[in-house]
């Protein structure tokens, strides 16, 4: 570079600009030139970074592994096998593996209450109808040690109307095991 050339750049502002002796762009400090060339690109292509997106199908998973979670843990595995197809052009991985991990956990725990429900159900079923001669009776109450607490209920000993809705005062309901349910206790 000759002086010259240095002498009329002196009062240009610092910053990138083509060298007229090179031809390469290259950064003015205001004094000289730098020593590194900007980075060159192909054939007057734009160096533009490659734009991508936040894949739709993660952000639908996951909203959805929140209010319905079997539908977001299927979607999640969706949006995660579209974003690594997508070669860089959609993101949301993070989305989508959330959406996996909070749908799958939260079905896994609707299930096993809904089956805990199921067989304690079934349990409580099977519990009583042994426990009554299978008349399926729940609302009866064993008298066995000779005294029910009624608990603030109409009392079948005091004339009230006995607990089942029987209007025949003096008549025996006994539990198949033996114990009085209510009704006239003075025969036992």
Same mark, same amino acid.
């Given at each position: 570079?000759?002086?010259?050339?240095?002498? +009329?750049?002196?009062?240009?502002?610092? &910053?990138?600009?083509?060298?007229?002796?090179?031809?390469?762009?290259?950064?003015?400090? &205001?004094?000289?030139?730098?020593?590194?060339?900007? $980075?060159?690109?192909?054939?007057?292509?734009?160096?533009? +970074?490659?734009?991508?997106?936040?894949?739709?199908? +993660?952000?639908?998973?996951? /909203?959805?592994?929140?209010?319905?979670?079997? /539908?977001?843990?299927?979607?999640?595995?969706?949006?995660?096998?579209?974003?690594?197809?997508? %070669?860089?052009?959609?993101?949301?991985? $993070?989305?989508?593996?959330? +959406?996996?991990?909070?749908?799958?956990?939260?079905?896994?725990?609707?299930?096993?209450?809904?089956?805990?429900?199921?067989?304690?159900?079934?349990?409580?079923?099977?519990?009583?109808?042994?426990?009554?001669?299978?008349?399926?009776?729940? %609302?009866?109450?064993?008298?066995?040690?000779?005294?029910?607490?009624?608990?603030?209920?109409? %009392?079948?000993? %005091?004339?009230?109307? $006995?607990?089942?809705?029987?209007?025949?005062?003096?008549?025996?309901?006994?539990?198949?095991?033996? &114990?009085?349910?209510?009704?006239?206790?003075?025969?036992?």
């Amino acid at each position: 570079m000759d002086e010259s050339t240095n002498q +009329a750049l002196s009062n240009v502002t610092p &910053g990138w600009y083509t060298n007229v002796d090179s031809g390469l762009q290259q950064y003015w400090d &205001g004094a000289a030139w730098s020593q590194i060339p900007a $980075p060159t690109h192909v054939d007057g292509q734009a160096l533009v +970074a490659q734009k991508s997106e936040t894949s739709d199908v +993660a952000v639908i998973a996951f /909203v959805f592994s929140l209010l319905v979670p079997f /539908v977001g843990w299927i979607l999640g595995f969706k949006a995660r096998k579209d974003i690594a197809e997508s %070669n860089g052009k959609k993101t949301g991985g $993070p989305l989508a593996t959330a +959406a996996i991990w909070i749908g799958g956990i939260v079905t896994i725990g609707v299930a096993t209450m809904i089956a805990l429900c199921a067989i304690t159900s079934i349990a409580f079923d099977h519990h009583f109808d042994d426990r009554w001669g299978g008349h399926g009776y729940r %609302n009866y109450m064993l008298f066995q040690d000779g005294g029910p607490d009624f608990g603030g209920m109409m %009392n079948p000993r %005091n004339g009230d109307i $006995p607990m089942m809705g029987s209007d025949q005062p003096g008549t025996d309901m006994v539990d198949p095991r033996g &114990g009085m349910m209510f009704g006239d206790q003075s025969t036992n």
